[in-house]
């Protein structure tokens, strides 16, 4: 229970500061550097796939070692270690193949990825430690 639990608020965190960062950030950083290349919407099912996935290995990496006893430090460092890996595979490998991917995108994508998984990790981390906490009538932290 405490890792499904553990998931829905991962994902519910990270997927509030992914909407943020793709609909204040996103247009105006990638839009003029990109144009054509971008769908003129985003792509529904890749984009859920990515999400239950991503967060999945979220689970996985950080947030699971965090409950298991890591404590939030674990979520948080083992969050920016997933995201600042993630994003560089993705980035990177864009930069290297494609004429018009910039070095501006890759390294705010890369801080970008390295922030928000460290902190929906973490946010999902408190938030099942609260959660669970609220069940069992113990809390941990």
């Given at each position: 229970?405490?890792?499904?639990?553990?998931?829905?608020?991962?994902?519910?965190?990270?997927?509030?500061?992914?909407?943020?960062?793709?609909?204040r950030?996103?247009?105006?950083l990638y839009?003029?550097?990109?144009?054509?290349?971008?769908?003129?919407?985003?792509?529904?099912?890749?984009a859920?796939?990515?999400?239950?996935?991503?967060v999945?290995?979220?689970m996985?990496f950080?947030?699971g070692p965090?409950?298991?006893?890591?404590?939030?430090?674990a979520?948080l460092l083992?969050?920016?270690?997933l995201?600042?890996?993630?994003?560089?595979?993705?980035?990177?490998?864009?930069?290297a193949?494609?004429r018009?991917w910039?070095?501006?995108?890759?390294?705010?994508d890369?801080?970008?990825?390295?922030?928000?998984?460290?902190?929906?990790?973490?946010?999902?981390?408190?938030?099942?430690v609260?959660?669970t906490g609220?069940?069992?009538?113990t809390?941990t932290?």
């Open positions: 229970m405490r890792y499904a639990i553990g998931y829905l608020a991962t994902a519910l965190v990270f997927g509030l500061l992914d909407f943020v960062w793709l609909t950030v996103g247009p105006g839009r003029p550097i990109l144009g054509d290349l971008l769908a003129p919407q985003p792509r529904a099912a890749p859920a796939i990515f999400y239950f996935l991503y999945l290995a979220m996985i950080a947030v965090a409950l298991n006893g890591g404590g939030w430090r979520a083992w969050g920016v270690l995201g600042f890996f993630a994003y560089a595979t993705y980035d990177l490998t864009n930069h193949t494609l018009v910039s070095v501006k995108i890759t390294l705010l890369m801080a970008w990825g390295s922030f928000a998984t460290g902190l929906g990790a973490l946010g999902g981390y408190w938030l099942t609260f959660a609220l069940v069992t009538g809390r932290g």
